[in-house]
């Protein structure tokens, strides 16, 4: 594995030179950022993939925290916390079948 390497490493330094930007002028078309950013909230995918990514991170950052105060400052263990993110992934990945069995279902 180690030979392939060498290879690779002179496969990015040969893309990396090789390789120009294209200059476009920015002032043929220019919109404002406030309208940029209203068109962009206009779109309802993407208003409901923010809103999903935003809550599913919440909660984990919420567990997270959680966890991390319980093990350091209630029971006084922080070498303890990698062992429990890990159950909390195990977990996870250990209920995966059901809720795919629960999505199928319903």
Do not use: H, Q, W
């Given at each position: 594995?180690?030979?392939?390497?060498?290879?690779?490493?002179?496969?990015?330094?040969?893309?990396?030179?090789?390789?120009?930007?294209?200059?476009?002028?920015?002032?043929?078309?220019?919109?404002?950022?406030?309208?940029?950013?209203?068109?962009?909230l206009k779109n309802r995918a993407f208003r409901i993939l923010t809103?999903?990514?935003?809550?599913?991170?919440?909660?984990?950052?919420?567990?997270?925290?959680?966890?991390?105060?319980?093990?350091?400052?209630?029971?006084?263990?922080?070498?303890?916390?990698?062992?429990?993110?890990?159950?909390?992934?195990?977990?996870?990945?250990?209920?995966?079948?059901?809720?795919?069995?629960?999505?199928?279902?319903?």
């Amino acid at each position: 594995m180690a030979g392939f390497l060498p290879a690779f490493f002179f496969v990015f330094f040969a893309i990396f030179f090789g390789l120009r930007e294209r200059f476009v002028d920015a002032g043929r078309e220019r919109i404002a950022v406030i309208r940029s950013l209203a068109l962009t909230l206009k779109n309802r995918a993407f208003r409901i993939l923010t809103g999903l990514y935003l809550c599913s991170f919440l909660a984990l950052d919420i567990l997270t925290a959680a966890a991390k105060y319980y093990l350091d400052d209630y029971i006084g263990r922080p070498r303890l916390m990698p062992v429990m993110m890990g159950s909390m992934l195990g977990c996870a990945l250990l209920s995966l079948p059901l809720y795919r069995f629960l999505t199928a279902r319903f």
